[in-house]
C-alpha cells in the first residue's frame, strides 16, 4: 500500500517535477495549491507532508511555520514533514525555522528544490536517473523510519506465513512438564514442513502474573529459543520488527492495580487499607491513599496504570514498536505490514481489567473510537485486515460465566464491520478452534475466528497454529490455518482450516 504525501506548494507550475519524483507505487501524492484545496482536504489522514516553506501565492499568505501551528499539529493523525524551499541561504527564513522548531509536529528532511530540478533536468540523461532515485529513496526512506514499516519485503506473489502462539504464561506453576524446550520443537516442526514463518503473532499472556523476572525469561525464550532457531541467531535483532503481540490478563501486573486505597505504614512497615475520607476540597486532604486532581478535575495517573507498565517495557524491547510507549490505550492499527497488504489492529482486551474486577474483558470504545479516526473513510480495499487481541468470543457450548468480551456487540462487532476485518485471532481458551461469523452485520463476507491453543500449559492439548496467506499482485485471495500439537518428544500436524477465500 502506497504512503499517502500531502504536497502543499503555492505554485502550481512544480507539478511536473514532483510528478516525475513521485512516479512510484509506494507513493500516492495529493497536491494541494491552494487554501481552498487545503481546507477541503485538510482533515484527510495522510502519511506525510511535504511543505513549499513560503506560501504567498494564490491566495496563501502564509508560511510552512503557520500552517504547522494552525492545522498540521491538530491533523487527523501524527505524520512526518518535509520542508521544501529554493531560499535555504536567505536570512528571513531564519525566523520561520525557529518557529517550526517549536512546533509539535516532526519535520524530517530539509529540501532544497534545486534537488528537484537536478532531478529532473533531461539536459543530463545519464545522471538523471540516479539523482531521481536517490531523492525518492530519501524521502521513501524517512516515511519508513516513522511509520516503523517492517523490514520483511516479500515480492507480490509471494505467500505470507504467520506463526500464531498463545498463553506461554512463563512462570505459571501449571506449566506442562514437556513444555521445557516447546520453541525448539516449534521450529523443529516448520523447518520439517519447509514452513518457516514470516512474522510471529502472540495473542496474550505471555506471562503467569505480569512480574519483571517472568517477563524477563518470556524474552529471553522468544529471542534466543524461537527467533533464533527460526530465522538464525545473526538475524534476531534484524527480526524484531516481525513480532506482534499483545497483552493478556495474566500479563497485568495486580500488585500495582491493587495499591490504590493502600498506604504504607512507616511505623508497621507494611501497606495498609484505608477508607477515602470525605472532605469539600480535596487537595486539603493530605492521606497518601487519595487520588490527587489536576486541572478539571481529573484524576492524576492512579496505580492501577502501572499495572501495565512491566508489559510495555517488555512488549517495546521485544518488538522494537514505539505504539508500545506513545499509545495510551495499548489499541492501535499496526501499519508496519501495509506494503505488504496486510494490517493489524491491535486490540487491548484488559484496559479495563483491575484488581476489584481481574476478570473483565473489553474493547475501550475511546481506544477504538481514535483507531477509526486516524484512518479516516478513504480506507483501500487491498489491505487485508487482522485483529488480534487477547479475549474473544467464547468458544461453541461454553458456559455463560466463561468470559469473553463483553461489549462484542456494542463496540467491537461494529468495528470489526466498519474496517471490513476478515480475521480475527485470539487465545485465553486454551484450546484451538477455528470458526466463522455469517450474516449481518458480516454480510459481504464472514469474520473467520482462530482461536490459538496454549503453547506451555498442562492438564489440555498443546500447540500452535500457522497461519498461510496466498497472495496475488500483493493482495490476500485465500488463506489456511494449520494446527499443530505439542506432545512429549513430537510436534506434529493435525488439521487445516480454509480461514479466508476471495472466491
Not at 84 to 95: A, F, P, R, Y
Not at 264 to 273: E, T
Not at 318 to 337: A, K, M, P, Q, Y
Not at 374 to 400: M, N, Q, Y
Request: charged residues 25%; neutral net charge.
Amino acid at each position: 500500500m502506497a504512503y499517502k504525501l500531502m504536497v502543499i506548494d503555492d505554485r502550481p507550475e512544480r507539478q511536473e517535477q514532483y510528478q516525475a519524483v513521485f512516479a512510484s507505487p509506494e507513493l500516492e501524492p495529493l497536491y494541494i495549491w491552494t487554501p481552498r484545496e487545503f481546507e477541503k482536504h485538510k482533515n484527510i489522514p495522510v502519511d506525510g507532508y511535504l511543505i513549499d516553506v513560503f506560501l504567498d501565492q494564490h491566495g496563501w499568505d502564509t508560511n510552512a511555520a503557520e500552517l504547522l501551528k494552525d492545522a498540521i499539529e491538530i491533523a487527523p493523525r501524527p505524520a512526518p514533514v518535509f520542508l521544501v524551499s529554493q531560499l535555504w541561504g536567505e536570512e528571513k527564513i531564519l525566523g520561520i525555522l525557529k518557529q517550526t522548531g517549536e512546533s509539535s509536529a516532526k519535520i524530517v528532511q530539509y529540501l532544497a528544490w534545486t534537488e528537484f530540478e537536478q532531478a529532473t533536468d533531461s539536459s543530463e540523461p545519464s545522471i538523471v536517473k540516479s539523482r531521481m532515485d536517490s531523492l525518492r529513496k530519501k524521502i521513501l526512506f524517512e516515511l519508513d523510519r516513522w511509520h516503523g514499516r517492517s523490514g520483511f519485503r516479500p515480492k507480490p506473489d509471494d505467500m505470507i506465513r504467520i506463526l500464531l502462539l498463545a498463553d506461554l504464561q512463563f512462570g505459571d506453576p501449571t506449566t506442562a512438564p514437556s513444555a521445557t524446550f516447546a520453541e525448539h520443537w516449534i521450529a523443529k516442526a516448520l523447518k520439517s514442513d519447509n514452513s518457516l514463518p514470516d512474522l510471529i503473532a502472540i495473542a496474550g499472556d505471555l506471562s503467569h502474573s505480569g512480574r519483571p523476572d517472568q517477563l524477563a525469561l518470556a524474552e529471553e525464550r522468544l529471542a534466543l529459543d524461537l527467533m533464533g532457531q527460526l530465522w538464525g541467531q545473526n538475524n534476531i535483532e534484524r527480526y524484531r520488527d516481525r513480532l506482534v503481540l499483545v497483552p493478556g490478563n495474566h500479563d497485568v501486573n495486580l500488585r500495582f492495580s491493587a495499591c490504590d486505597g493502600l498506604k504504607f505504614d512507616l511505623n508497621k512497615k507494611k501497606l495498609i487499607k484505608e477508607s477515602i475520607p470525605k472532605a469539600e476540597n480535596r487537595h486539603e486532604i493530605r492521606d497518601d491513599s487519595v487520588l490527587m486532581h489536576g486541572r478539571g478535575g481529573c484524576h492524576y495517573r492512579s496505580h492501577h496504570d502501572y499495572s501495565i507498565e512491566p508489559f510495555r517495557r517488555f512488549a517495546y524491547r521485544l518488538t522494537t514498536d514505539r505504539n508500545w510507549i506513545s499509545s495510551s490505550s495499548l489499541n492501535w492499527v499496526d501499519r508496519r505490514f501495509l506494503h505488504c497488504g496486510i494490517r493489524f489492529f491491535i486490540l487491548n482486551s484488559v484496559e479495563k481489567l483491575n484488581a476489584d474486577d481481574p476478570g473483565r474483558a473489553v474493547v475501550s470504545e475511546n481506544g477504538v473510537r481514535n483507531i477509526t479516526r486516524s484512518l479516516g473513510s478513504g480506507e483501500s480495499e487491498s489491505v487485508f485486515s487482522i485483529a488480534l487481541s487477547h479475549h474473544g468470543l467464547r468458544p461453541v457450548g461454553a458456559s455463560d460465566k466463561e468470559t469473553q468480551i463483553d461489549n462484542w456487540e456494542k463496540v467491537a462487532c461494529d468495528l470489526f464491520s466498519l474496517h471490513k476485518i476478515r480475521l480475527w485471532l485470539y487465545g485465553h481458551y486454551h484450546n484451538f478452534n477455528a470458526r466463522s461469523l455469517n450474516g449481518n452485520p458480516f454480510c459481504s463476507g464472514p469474520l473467520w475466528l482462530v482461536q490459538a491453543p496454549t503453547l506451555r500449559i498442562g492438564f489440555t492439548e498443546r500447540g500452535f497454529c500457522l497461519l498461510e496467506l496466498k497472495r496475488e499482485s500483493g493482495k490476500v485471495v485465500d488463506a489456511l490455518v494449520h494446527f499443530y500439537v505439542l506432545e512429549p518428544g513430537s510436534a506434529k500436524k493435525k488439521e487445516t482450516h480454509r480461514i479466508f477465500d476471495k472466491g
